[in-house]
């Protein structure tokens, strides 16, 4: 048996990989959603040059999620099988292979493709990044951790739209993609040398914060019963649509509805980014407070998230009635971050009902139905741009829906979810 010395000297060194790794975690995140905004920041340049319409680019936005949901549950599965140092290298592999075309001349075809490749490739991004940062730390302490893994889905937009304007300003917008790739590649070496899951034992006695034991392993079917995961999947749903639409077509919005030029358009679009990387940190120490407080986590982890869905939604049904201006974007922006801020409690709230063995799978299969809505939100948006009376039309017409469908699926989930109920349920069945 080791000593009580040498176990109390490997603990500052777990500690200080687990926040090295929580680091390529986040810049794993920044690429991630780097890679999902730069169609959004060519889309003038990209529509010009291959003649496209708002319905056709709308496909091309929609195409990336096409295979996301099978990524998602592949990767969710591949998870407990294969360790994280080579699944996740190798996603990042395939997301270079998907970008590296885009930086000559392609047609709609080959676009279509290397979207589709990347969404599948991206798909199990979120499900893995969360189950290897959980690996690192026990169930108290999972909440900021799992904020600050978000919030670098909030940089990669903040940081790649001013940056990828310029190159596509100076360049062309299929520099950017090349730009892209070669970050890919960079991150693949650095989390070969670097990353990895947490040690055994801290998986091994992983402990329920409300101290309910679950069992080691529970039907799928029983788990995605429970009024939890259940909400948790309509919330993430309606929050994905508004994010995967404030990816896709913000940066046009703000061009063709509303009349910005390309330069400010660059950096107004950085607003709701910069807004959300600090929500959900913020967002995740207040929910960590409300647990030391003793609070359960049917408010610091489920009603939490869900009331700033419900408010985002009511600010994005508010802002797309308003003409261009700074009431305009303050609505705007106060919406992506309430929308944002909620994503990483809700995911400590998923792994509070969660068997640590059936975790990856069921982050996998959750982020596999909210992805759905990043399907369907970026078509619905071309759809009624193409029908409506004017661009700034078709634009509120679409956030307009946009708003009401999150204030559905934000109340169905205030009202379902309750992690500390489902998981004593779960135990008790067992």
Not at 173 to 186: C, I, K, R, Y
């Amino acid at each position: 048996m080791p000593s009580a010395t040498a176990s109390g000297a490997r603990v500052p060194a777990v500690r200080r990989r687990a926040w090295f790794v929580l680091a390529l975690l986040v810049c794993l995140m920044l690429v991630n959603f780097a890679d999902k905004v730069v169609v959004g920041l060519s889309g003038v340049g990209m529509k010009r040059e291959l003649g496209l319409d708002s319905s056709q680019f709308g496909v091309i936005q929609s195409s990336f999620f096409w295979l996301f949901a099978v990524g998602s549950v592949l990767g969710g599965w591949l998870g407990g099988r294969v360790r994280a140092r080579w699944l996740l290298a190798g996603i990042a592999a395939l997301w270079v292979l998907s970008l590296v075309p885009m930086a000559a001349q392609v047609g709609f075809t080959t676009i279509v493709a290397c979207r589709v490749l990347l969404g599948f490739a991206e798909g199990p991004t979120v499900a893995l990044a969360m189950q290897v940062a959980h690996s690192w730390f026990p169930a108290h302490r999972r909440t900021v951790p799992s904020s600050i893994v978000i919030a670098g889905a909030g940089a990669g937009p903040l940081i790649a739209a001013p940056v990828l304007t310029w190159v596509i300003e100076t360049y062309s917008w299929h520099a950017a993609f090349g730009v892209l790739a070669a970050f890919g590649a960079v991150f693949a070496v650095l989390w070969l040398l670097g990353g990895g899951s947490g040690p055994e034992g801290a998986r091994a006695g992983d402990h329920h914060v409300a101290a309910t034991a679950l069992p080691e392993h529970v039907p799928l079917r029983r788990l995605f019963s429970t009024g939890t995961l259940i909400g948790m999947a309509l919330l993430f749903f309606v929050a994905y649509a508004n994010t995967s639409v404030g990816v896709s077509w913000l940066p046009l919005y703000l061009r063709d509805g509303l009349g910005y030029d390309a330069t400010t358009a660059g950096k107004l679009v950085v607003l709701p980014f910069l807004g959300a990387a600090v929500a959900v940190i913020l967002v995740g120490v207040l929910s960590s407070a409300l647990t030391r407080r003793g609070v359960g986590n049917r408010v610091a982890r489920g009603i939490l998230p869900a009331a700033m869905v419900l408010a985002s939604g009511v600010c994005t049904v508010a802002f797309s009635s308003l003409d261009r201006g700074v009431p305009q974007m303050t609505l705007l922006v106060i919406g992506a971050c309430l929308n944002s801020a909620g994503y990483g409690v809700a995911f400590a709230g998923l792994a509070d009902v969660a068997p640590t063995g059936q975790r990856s799978t069921v982050f996998g299969i959750v982020t596999g139905i909210y992805s759905l809505g990043g399907v369907v939100a970026p078509l619905v948006i071309g759809r009624l741009v193409d029908a409506g009376t004017s661009a700034a039309a078709g634009y509120g017409d679409g956030f307009l829906v946009l708003g009401f469908t999150m204030i559905i699926g934000a109340v169905a989930a205030l009202l379902l979810v309750d992690p500390d109920r489902d998981a004593a349920r779960l135990a008790a069945a067992s």
